[in-house]
Protein backbone atom coordinates (compact mmCIF):
# COMPACT_ATOMS: atom_id res chain seq x y z
CA UNK A 1 0.00 0.00 0.00
CA UNK A 2 1.20 3.29 -0.77
CA UNK A 3 0.55 4.97 2.23
CA UNK A 4 1.68 2.73 4.65
CA UNK A 5 4.44 4.14 6.54
CA UNK A 6 5.83 1.28 8.86
CA UNK A 7 8.66 0.17 6.93
CA UNK A 8 9.31 4.27 7.06
CA UNK A 9 8.90 4.35 11.45
CA UNK A 10 10.87 0.95 10.87
CA UNK A 11 14.16 3.06 9.53
CA UNK A 12 13.48 6.05 11.65
CA UNK A 13 14.36 4.25 14.36
CA UNK A 14 17.08 2.07 12.94
CA UNK A 15 18.54 5.49 11.81
CA UNK A 16 18.51 6.40 15.89
CA UNK A 17 21.04 3.79 16.39
CA UNK A 18 23.76 6.01 14.36
CA UNK A 19 23.38 8.10 17.33
CA UNK A 20 25.25 5.58 19.52
CA UNK A 21 27.27 4.03 16.52
CA UNK A 22 31.07 4.92 16.83
CA UNK A 23 33.62 6.11 14.68
CA UNK A 24 35.77 3.26 14.87
CA UNK A 25 39.16 4.04 13.03
CA UNK A 26 39.75 6.59 15.97
CA UNK A 27 39.89 3.70 18.18
CA UNK A 28 43.21 3.29 16.75
CA UNK A 29 44.32 6.70 16.82
CA UNK A 30 43.45 6.16 20.90
CA UNK A 31 40.54 7.76 21.06
CA UNK A 32 38.39 6.54 23.71
CA UNK A 33 35.27 7.45 22.90
CA UNK A 34 35.22 8.98 19.36
CA UNK A 35 32.10 10.93 18.04
CA UNK A 36 29.28 8.95 16.68
CA UNK A 37 28.40 8.44 13.03
CA UNK A 38 25.44 10.56 13.51
CA UNK A 39 27.46 13.32 15.05
CA UNK A 40 29.71 12.91 11.61
CA UNK A 41 26.96 12.70 9.41
CA UNK A 42 25.57 15.92 10.87
CA UNK A 43 28.53 18.34 10.58
CA UNK A 44 29.31 16.52 7.65
CA UNK A 45 25.82 17.49 6.06
CA UNK A 46 26.57 21.32 7.52
CA UNK A 47 29.99 21.22 5.60
CA UNK A 48 28.73 19.95 2.53
CA UNK A 49 26.19 22.17 1.94
CA UNK A 50 28.95 25.36 2.55
CA UNK A 51 31.47 23.46 0.14
CA UNK A 52 28.89 23.48 -2.68
CA UNK A 53 27.31 26.95 -2.20
CA UNK A 54 31.26 28.08 -2.66
CA UNK A 55 31.70 26.00 -5.57
CA UNK A 56 28.85 26.54 -7.53
CA UNK A 57 26.78 23.68 -6.64
CA UNK A 58 23.36 23.23 -5.18
CA UNK A 59 24.20 23.32 -1.66
CA UNK A 60 20.39 21.45 -0.38
CA UNK A 61 21.19 18.55 -2.55
CA UNK A 62 24.64 18.20 -1.42
CA UNK A 63 23.72 18.21 2.14
CA UNK A 64 21.07 16.24 1.48
CA UNK A 65 23.56 13.68 0.06
CA UNK A 66 26.01 13.71 3.21
CA UNK A 67 22.78 13.22 5.32
CA UNK A 68 22.34 10.23 3.71
CA UNK A 69 25.89 8.89 3.08
CA UNK A 70 26.39 6.20 6.18
CA UNK A 71 22.83 5.40 6.85
CA UNK A 72 23.93 1.85 5.77
CA UNK A 73 26.13 1.60 8.73
CA UNK A 74 23.24 0.78 10.49
CA UNK A 75 23.41 -2.54 9.52
CA UNK A 76 27.16 -2.88 8.59
CA UNK A 77 28.83 -0.79 11.62
CA UNK A 78 31.13 1.93 10.82
CA UNK A 79 33.78 -0.10 8.87
CA UNK A 80 37.40 1.45 9.18
CA UNK A 81 39.89 1.69 6.24
CA UNK A 82 41.29 -1.48 7.57
CA UNK A 83 38.32 -3.20 7.53
CA UNK A 84 37.26 -2.26 4.32
CA UNK A 85 40.34 -4.30 3.02
CA UNK A 86 38.61 -7.54 4.28
CA UNK A 87 35.09 -6.54 4.14
CA UNK A 88 33.81 -6.22 0.78
CA UNK A 89 30.42 -7.13 1.02
CA UNK A 90 28.56 -4.71 2.19
CA UNK A 91 27.67 -2.28 -0.65
CA UNK A 92 25.64 0.64 -0.19
CA UNK A 93 23.80 0.57 -2.76
CA UNK A 94 22.74 -3.21 -1.64
CA UNK A 95 22.50 -2.42 1.44
CA UNK A 96 20.07 0.80 1.13
CA UNK A 97 18.21 -0.99 -1.16
CA UNK A 98 17.28 -3.42 1.63
CA UNK A 99 16.71 -0.66 3.90
CA UNK A 100 14.14 0.99 2.26
CA UNK A 101 12.58 -2.28 1.27
CA UNK A 102 8.51 -1.93 2.02
CA UNK A 103 8.90 1.97 1.97
CA UNK A 104 6.71 4.26 -0.55
CA UNK A 105 8.55 4.05 -4.05
CA UNK A 106 8.54 7.63 -4.32
CA UNK A 107 10.76 7.55 -1.01
CA UNK A 108 12.69 4.15 -1.50
CA UNK A 109 13.84 5.23 -5.04
CA UNK A 110 14.98 9.02 -4.28
CA UNK A 111 16.98 6.77 -0.86
CA UNK A 112 18.34 4.67 -3.79
CA UNK A 113 19.03 7.61 -6.15
CA UNK A 114 21.12 9.69 -3.21
CA UNK A 115 23.03 6.88 -2.29
CA UNK A 116 23.97 5.82 -5.86
CA UNK A 117 24.77 8.97 -6.77
CA UNK A 118 26.50 9.79 -3.82
CA UNK A 119 28.92 6.40 -4.25
CA UNK A 120 29.35 7.03 -8.57
CA UNK A 121 31.58 10.54 -7.27
CA UNK A 122 30.31 12.42 -10.09
CA UNK A 123 28.00 15.17 -10.12
CA UNK A 124 29.33 18.56 -8.65
CA UNK A 125 27.00 17.78 -5.61
CA UNK A 126 28.30 14.49 -4.95
CA UNK A 127 32.08 16.26 -5.09
CA UNK A 128 31.51 18.46 -2.62
CA UNK A 129 29.97 16.13 -0.35
CA UNK A 130 32.31 13.40 -0.54
CA UNK A 131 35.00 16.46 0.11
CA UNK A 132 32.73 17.32 2.97
CA UNK A 133 33.15 13.74 4.43
CA UNK A 134 36.80 13.87 4.20
CA UNK A 135 36.84 17.69 5.56
CA UNK A 136 34.74 16.79 8.33
CA UNK A 137 37.18 13.95 9.51
CA UNK A 138 39.99 16.22 9.45
CA UNK A 139 38.81 18.98 11.48
CA UNK A 140 37.49 15.99 13.96
CA UNK A 141 41.12 15.10 13.81
CA UNK A 142 42.44 18.52 14.63
CA UNK A 143 39.95 18.56 17.62
CA UNK A 144 41.07 15.36 18.96
CA UNK A 145 44.94 16.09 18.47
CA UNK A 146 43.60 19.63 20.32
CA UNK A 147 42.82 16.65 23.19
CA UNK A 148 45.75 14.99 23.18
CA UNK A 149 45.69 12.38 21.28
CA UNK A 150 49.21 12.98 18.47
CA UNK A 151 48.03 9.97 16.58
CA UNK A 152 45.12 11.62 15.18
CA UNK A 153 47.95 13.35 12.82
CA UNK A 154 47.38 10.29 10.43
CA UNK A 155 43.47 11.19 9.67
CA UNK A 156 44.11 14.80 9.48
CA UNK A 157 47.32 14.45 7.02
CA UNK A 158 45.16 11.31 4.97
CA UNK A 159 41.88 13.58 4.49
CA UNK A 160 43.27 16.36 3.64
CA UNK A 161 45.14 14.66 1.16
CA UNK A 162 41.83 13.56 -0.30
CA UNK A 163 39.93 16.61 -0.68
CA UNK A 164 39.58 17.44 -4.46
CA UNK A 165 37.60 20.60 -4.54
CA UNK A 166 39.25 24.20 -4.23
CA UNK A 167 36.93 25.21 -1.56
CA UNK A 168 37.53 22.37 0.26
CA UNK A 169 41.46 22.66 0.00
CA UNK A 170 41.53 25.84 1.35
CA UNK A 171 39.01 25.33 3.76
CA UNK A 172 41.39 23.16 5.28
CA UNK A 173 43.98 25.18 4.82
CA UNK A 174 41.79 27.84 7.20
CA UNK A 175 41.43 24.89 9.67
CA UNK A 176 44.76 23.91 10.20
CA UNK A 177 46.01 27.80 10.52
CA UNK A 178 43.50 28.13 13.26
CA UNK A 179 42.99 26.75 16.90
CA UNK A 180 39.98 24.86 17.53
CA UNK A 181 38.97 28.04 20.05
CA UNK A 182 39.56 30.83 18.46
CA UNK A 183 36.00 31.07 17.26
CA UNK A 184 34.86 31.42 21.18
CA UNK A 185 38.32 33.75 21.51
CA UNK A 186 37.03 36.20 19.01
CA UNK A 187 33.32 36.24 19.98
CA UNK A 188 33.97 37.28 23.29
CA UNK A 189 36.18 39.80 22.00
CA UNK A 190 39.40 38.26 23.45
CA UNK A 191 42.74 39.36 21.96
CA UNK A 192 44.80 36.31 20.71
Same mark, same amino acid.
Given at each position: =????? *?????????????????????? =??? #??????????????????? /? /????????????????????????????????????????? @??????????? =??? #????????????????? *? @?????????????? =????????????????????????? /? #???????????????? *?????????????
Amino acid at each position: =MADDL *SAVAHFLYEAGTLKHARRTGWW =MAG #VRDPESVAEHAWRTALIAS /I /IAKLEGADPARSSFLAVWHDTQETRTGDVNYLGKKYSTEAD @PQSVTADQTVG =MPE #VLAAAVRELVAEYEAKE *S @PEAICARDADKLEC =MLQGIEYKAQGYENAQRWIDNSKGR /I #VTDTGRRLAEELLNQG *SLDWLREALGEKG
